[in-house]
């Protein structure tokens, strides 16, 4: 019988950083008069996102296609990858960065699973030796440019243990978890060593 995979998950803002992220990337990308513009209009949707995870998704695609809608995708990974050196240097959780280097010194294999978008966790991935992103997608037209949707499913709550299993592609696996919210409930409950933080 084949060892079973060795995989460490860790949920991205609040877990392997200090605070969201989202917010602090929107407005570097799209300005801050732009960030309080596409606020004000999605307000009522975000206040409705409290109770309901399909209006809280309804609320985030809403209020990233208000934002990032037209933007050119390979400006934007530019711009990841300033606001990833700015992240790394002051606004990680040194504690849990340490836990996923540990694992990697293990030779577990190391997924960050996010509802953050993929286009810069990727970026946080690649310098933190992360095999894997399991995170939201953005959808990009032909042209480059960002079309305001996403793609599938926002990656959060049951869609991270989706995401996870079918990147697990059913592989016996010993599971450690890592997440910081009710948005990793699900996850967390999946692991064999969860640790919420």
């Not at 709550?157 to 450690?176: H, N, P, S």
Request: glycine residues 8%; hydrophobic residues 45%; charged residues 30%.
């Amino acid at each position: 019988m084949a060892a079973a995979r060795r995989v460490a998950a860790f949920d991205f803002d609040g877990t392997l950083t200090k605070s969201d992220t989202l917010l602090p990337f929107v407005r570097a990308a799209a300005g801050v008069p732009m960030l309080a513009l596409a606020s004000a209009l999605t307000a009522p949707r975000l206040l409705a996102a409290a109770v309901s995870d399909d209006r809280r998704n309804a609320a985030k695609a809403a209020f990233l296609g208000r934002t990032l809608k037209g933007r050119e995708e390979c400006a934007l990974r530019e711009l990841g990858a300033r606001f990833v050196d700015r992240v790394l240097a002051t606004g990680m959780r040194e504690e849990n960065v340490d836990r996923l280097r540990k694992h990697l010194e293990g030779g577990d294999e190391v997924v960050i699973v996010s509802a953050s978008p993929a286009l810069y966790v990727e970026l946080f991935a690649d310098r933190l030796g992360a095999k894997a992103v399991l995170a939201t997608r953005l959808e990009v037209g032909p042209d480059g440019r960002l079309t305001g949707e996403i793609v599938g499913e926002n990656v959060r709550r049951a869609e991270k243990v989706r995401q996870l299993d079918a990147w697990l592609a059913g592989d016996a696996v010993e599971l450690w978890a890592y997440g910081d919210s009710k948005g990793d409930t699900e996850l967390l409950a999946r692991a064999d060593h969860p640790t919420r933080v």
